[in-house]
């Protein structure tokens, strides 16, 4: 039998009360060591809600340092070629609130911003945000409302970063699984070709 958790008290009186500490340690200003968090992060992941309450997470993924401090309570995050859904952004258009984890590849902690977004098409700090001689066509940016180093635990139960754990073939190749779940008319020479060598020169186009 399915037992659900249907009110907040249920729910704390199942997993007990945070810790004082734990409760507490949201912050809304940027302090020098987010700055330098940030300034080290190649990665992280946008979370997003629609008006009608549907969610979406997009992968951000830049040379460290991507992630544009533009003063102690604002972010912006460019924006990179890539499948033009723009589920987020449109997301964003309907409901300002996100949320962002920021990742540092072999660091078990992360650092967590909530906030409040807007899209901007182009502002004079576009210019530091280019990569390769590529200017971002839009940002996100954040006005920062918590912000927080979140634990190590689910690294470390999952041993993301262990290599010896790393299984990058278990499933199969990029293209064999769009041409299997997405792209059945689309052949497979032609979907390895696009997939291959070429396609990480062209990440910026």
């Given at each position: 039998m399915t037992v659900e958790i249907t009110s907040h008290e249920e729910l704390r009186d199942l997993l007990g009360e945070p810790t004082a500490r734990a409760a507490n340690k949201d912050r809304r200003r940027l302090h020098e060591r987010d700055r330098e968090w940030l300034g080290a992060s190649p990665f992280c992941l946008l979370a997003t809600a629609g008006a009608d309450g549907s969610c979406d997470?997009?992968?951000?993924?830049?040379?460290?340092?991507?992630?544009?401090?533009?003063?102690?309570?604002?972010?912006?995050?460019?924006?990179?070629?890539?499948?033009?859904?723009?589920?987020?952004?449109?997301?964003?258009?309907?409901?300002?609130?996100?949320?962002?984890?920021?990742?540092?590849?072999?660091?078990?902690?992360?650092?967590?911003i909530n906030g409040r977004a807007r899209l901007v098409r182009d502002a004079p700090w576009f210019d530091d945000m280019m990569v390769k001689g590529h200017r971002p066509v839009l940002a996100v940016v954040v006005e920062i409302e918590q912000i927080f180093y979140h634990c190590a635990k689910a690294f470390l139960r999952s041993a993301l970063?262990?290599?010896?754990?790393?299984?990058?073939?278990?499933?199969?190749?990029?293209?064999?699984?769009?041409?299997?779940?997405?792209?059945?008319?689309v052949s497979l020479q032609d979907l390895e070709r696009h997939y291959g060598p070429e396609y990480a020169k062209n990440i910026y186009t």
């Open positions: 997470v997009s992968p951000k993924g830049d040379p460290a340092g991507f992630a544009l401090v533009l003063d102690d309570t604002t972010i912006a995050v460019p924006e990179r070629p890539g499948n033009r859904r723009a589920d987020g952004y449109r997301n964003i258009l309907d409901n300002p609130h996100v949320g962002m984890l920021f990742l540092i590849p072999g660091r078990t902690d992360t650092l967590r970063w262990q290599p010896e754990t790393w299984q990058p073939d278990v499933l199969p190749s990029r293209a064999r699984l769009i041409k299997e779940v997405e792209a059945p008319m």
